[in-house]
């Protein structure tokens, strides 16, 4: 468990080049699950297939994880 907040950001890589980096968002733990809301503006962003990922820091273990998966973009 936690000692502190966690800060959770999501980015958009493409060819393995970032495209986009996503303002940190703080999330308070509360339980064993802990909710995040993101907002991706699409705008700028060429239809084609990017990888995403999830970083999540908890400041109070000084620990980070990371999730990636595919996603494509179209219009």
Partial sequence: MTNGPLLAFV???RAGV???DGAP???EVGSAVTPVRFTVPLV???PGEYTCQVSVLDL???KA???RAPIV???
């Fill in 11 to 13: 980015s958009l890589y």
């Fill in 44 to 46: 700028g962003l060429a």
């Fill in 60 to 62: 109070g273990q000084q």
């Fill in 25 to 27: 968002v703080k999330a």
């Fill in 73 to 75: 973009v179209v219009r």
């Fill in 65 to 67: 994880k990371f999730w």
């Fill in 18 to 20: 970032a495209v986009f």
